[in-house]
């Protein structure tokens, strides 16, 4: 406490510079605002030029081990080049050519697959052969073995979503590369992988724990695909009781539906929310900012997005982020489809499990 | 300390009996025994003999308000006469009479319905008409309004189990009438519940919580019906994944599967657990004591089953229960039928929730 | 369906009875009443009389293998004689005369002990001496090895709560006898227990593992003895706060404190509560109903107690038992003593676990 | 899939450039790495140059509305210049001259404090003033009011622990200033805080909800001091039993408390995990990898550490980092001191809550 030298404040600030110190006076603006001030910023990637590049990618671009997949990640303008689309979660559209094989590992980095367009590539997770086709939603627990293989004599495209970027940064990132054959069960890809077949009964859960495909203590749902079918069926279902009179929706107009862990009831995956979002003709939903951030891919149909002070018309397969605190709607298009079908997945489930989740619903403009 | 007069043992016992006292150590031996020693005992029912009693029944005793179900209720030998298939658990068969309502009403009880044969009647369940069919099981959370109408010319007969036993001796019971008239609405049976387009799709919850026909902060499951074809399905698939040689089943030739609560993948009630096991063509399981006791209903198929030291030929239609610690195991006919399928209940989450719950699974005989 | 022969009502009753069968609408009046209806009464034991009888015990009873303790049970008088307090709960005063054991046991009853008067005895909680004085709680979780040791040459008595009567009626009991001879390690009392050493330091927890005195996987609180010295001033803080203008108190001059698990924060045995109740002096509680039953005794001061519809004048040592939905309330004498102190267990916890708990507080007459 | 115009690698890459979009082939060694690489540093703080510094600060840097604290953070030389001691972990020394205020506010970020040396600042949370001294943690849960006051004569200085970094990358933060003023009674500072006469009984907690001085609904512990006296009793007593026999200390000489919430006995902070370790005279901890960072503040004693690759002597006031999976170790001076006492604070609860915490004790060297 004695004798404090004389200094001036600017050796004061050399002081702090010299031994690797900064005042939270001068920062304070930046690192504790009024509400999340988002790096990164609203954006639209289109579906036509993913597309596009990825099939040059197929053409240019071996996959195999060390590369290990093709894929092709969104980078958020805000984010300083780093493949990642918000500052959380990585999203990438995977290309595989006919015949092609992407080699077997697992990684701490939970993921999922949502096909966009096509059918035929099947994923081996710990050796259950699962079908992809279009609308389907595969989640991919941290640290299962996982594999993709394309059986057909064309390219195959699906969404890649993963907690990357959130791993990156809080250093918790673990790897293994896994093996480079596989058994001829394997090689065949039955219309239900065991995993639905034993977990894919609605409100049936299996007794046995060896019914798992999962390896036991992992995360994650033991269930490995959510099919089109059934998450077509219940967006239709919830507007349809909505017309009987007897709510159901999230506002009118409005239906959605959660991929849930059978076991537990909660989110799909640790880290990551996803979810299936039906705005029916002509409808148009209120504002919402939620802390986290979210990619969105239009699934089918047309129509028009607002993310903070951003508008965009949208078709299929277009891609867009929002971020952290920013106001996000959506209206279908009145005339032309049946609806405007939104896949939605959030980081949501971290910022619950440590409660720094808040949500606020703007009146519609 | 001081003064203790000198008396003697008859003395000190008339003592204890004046003062409403019991002494511990003349009664250690039947409070703590080494392992429960059940007062219940097995026991077993015959469906031809229930049906009659409770066709008899249809004829000559009305349901209305103040009785409230034509329920015949299993009063197990061991039980003092009481109405008490176990000393937690009632199962009762309820039968009504074409054209015929069960009044409206709630209570804390736990209960379920499940439809051995017939079909035609509904269940209204805080306004949702719920179809029942053979096969089907409708979980009944406490204090939810519910009522039952019989729409066809046929009388019709389920199982009832509930929890009346266990908050009999816990007094834990309220109990409140309902409405007398239902709406024109509320009397056409739709063949999916609202309940199901919310619920019942495969690892699928609606984001709404108006989604939910249970009233909110009820603990049970969301989902009305779990529909026969369903668990068909999922037993089914078990045993053909075990005969791919990927296990799935609880032992070799015994598929089951529990009813569960899909928003929280626990047990269908708080109270109650639910399984179907299917016992392969000339499969036989091993003996199991559990703490806690079970109702069976042998659903399809023939087979024997020993509780304790009983052994019983059954086939469909017959309840039996298995007390506390008594081992069980079943097996099906070698020759007659497909399988043995057995529809369970018992008191395990009770057990689980209090950590009092073992298992012990002892060699084939 | 089809031939059901025409009986009598008197005919089908002999039929039920032959089939062990009961029916419904006879019984659910008593089975399903509009609220609980206690079998249980309101019943008062003075400590007088039970000291006295313990003593003659004492002096004409042996402890030791087989009858295990000399403990003397509260049987409440609408239990039909047997040992229970309350359809739940086991109340028993045990007493050791001096240099006497109590033989070592482990059984899945939960168990504590509170002291009323006395000290110098010592429990022995797997391999831990754990001192007892007056006003300890000293709780046992199940299984875990047990015995006491009288190390004075006064006799001692304190009261023995059990979940006894619930593990009775639901089945689900397991007794082993232990050890006949102690180290001399054991046989000395050291003024805090390893237990209160690592588990007893405010909001303090041990991050070894190897710091559970609790045999691995089992439930219930690790910390082996409540002390009185921090009950006492933990009551005497929460009535200075409320002086100060800031609330903490359950109501007007009534203090109140939970015995919880550190490990957990939840109650400190599976099956049972346990509180302390202070009561200024001239206080008077409004009445309560919860369902589940409760045994209080008054640990000191003096007051009235109102169970139902019957009311005591209560002085140290009393006990009392409040059986479920019967309105519970007390007061302070305004001119003895500085406050009524009341200790109170009840079976809470199971009905919490299940949902089942319900709570009214009526207006204060 | 038709028509891919034939490009080369430059032009694939430009594309992707164009389109914001990065590939996942060239990024993977460093996003999936097969174990986690830290950007940030091991890296040692000297408490010399860090106090005085703080009192340069002291004396130019006014404390106010606006910068909030007189805080100086730590930022580690990996991460870019920025005020993070980890990626998600902040640490600053925060100093208040004789009569400071430091103003009232509240926010998401979850704080605490933990007193090098001095006494007589005290906190007031939600307006319950709590006296701050040497050793003492006073944990800040979220959304929390507060504000500092330095009542005495002498500045006083203390370690600030907070989740900025982890809020600032997640983007999850809130902020919003509090009071200007403080009643009478906030400036009194009693000896014990109302927070520690409700909260501070071992095993005990209040009866009451309103006994909380939390907002209701708010995370994090409700105790706002964890007193030195108990934190240095808790480690002698872990000590203590190790040398009688009976284990207690994570390793030999190794004794280690965390701060938990009483009220679930989980971490003090939902984002923050704090404990306080002692080494016994020449005792040396076996180096251990852990997914997530920590922050370590020497205490009292002196010794070595070895972070990684980086080895210091350390005394007290030192702080140091140690970077995910960066093997962390420590030894006790054999001469000098009686035990070297470490105050860890890391995001281990971040990691156990999302499933991604790893732990790997590696063979001493």
Chains 1, 2, 3, 4 share one sequence.
């Not at 609308?135 to 495209?157: I, K, R, S, V």
């Not at 239906?255 to 002509?282: K, W, Y």
């Not at 699934?299 to 106001?327: E, I, K, M, N």
Request: zero cysteines.
């Amino acid at each position: 406490m004695l004798g404090v030298m004389a200094v001036t404040l600017e050796e004061l600030y050399r002081g702090f510079e010299k031994e690797q110190l900064v005042p939270l006076w001068t920062e304070i603006g930046d690192l504790m605002p009024v509400s999340p001030r988002s790096a990164a910023v609203p954006h639209l990637w289109r579906w036509e030029q993913l597309r596009e590049l990825a099939a040059q990618a197929g053409e240019l671009v071996p996959v195999g081990r060390g590369g290990e997949r093709r894929a092709i990640a969104l980078a958020n303008p805000g984010l300083g080049g780093r493949p990642f689309a918000t500052p959380t979660l990585w999203a990438a559209i995977q290309y595989l050519m006919p015949g092609e094989d992407a080699p077997e590992h697992r990684h701490t980095q939970h993921a999922f697959r949502f096909v966009v367009e096509g059918e035929g590539v099947w994923t081996v997770v710990n050796g259950d052969p699962v079908a992809m086709r279009r609308g389907d939603f595969l989640p991919q627990a941290g640290w299962n073995w996982h594999a993709h293989h394309n059986a057909t004599a064309e390219p195959m495209a699906w969404l890649d979503g993963l907690d990357i970027p959130f791993q990156y940064l809080t250093e918790t990132q673990f790897f293994e590369p896994g093996r480079d054959q596989f058994s001829d069960a394997e090689r065949i890809t039955p219309d239900r992988s065991r995993a639905e077949r034993l977990w894919g009964h609605p409100g049936l859960r299996p007794v046995a724990a060896s019914g798992a495909q999962q390896q036991p203590g992992l995360p994650g749902s033991p269930l490995l695909a959510y099919r089109w079918e059934h998450t077509d069926r219940a967006l239709a279902d919830q507007l349809a009781i909505e017309a009987e009179g007897y709510g159901g929706t999230v506002e009118p107009g409005h239906a959605a539906v959660r991929f849930s862990n059978p076991a537990t009831g909660g989110d799909v995956l640790p880290t990551m929310r996803a979810e299936m979002h039906r705005i029916a003709r002509g409808a148009q939903t209120a504002p919402v900012r939620e802390t986290g951030s979210s990619v969105y891919l239009v699934f089918d149909g047309s129509g028009s997005v607002t993310v903070g002070d951003r508008t965009w018309a949208v078709t299929r397969g277009d891609l867009f982020v929002v971020p952290s605190w920013q106001a996000f709607s959506a209206g279908s298009d009145p005339g032309e489809s049946d609806a405007l079908d939104l896949f939605r997945f959030s980081d949501a489930p971290v910022f619950e499990a440590l409660r720094l989740n808040r949500t606020q619903v703007e009146n519609p403009r």
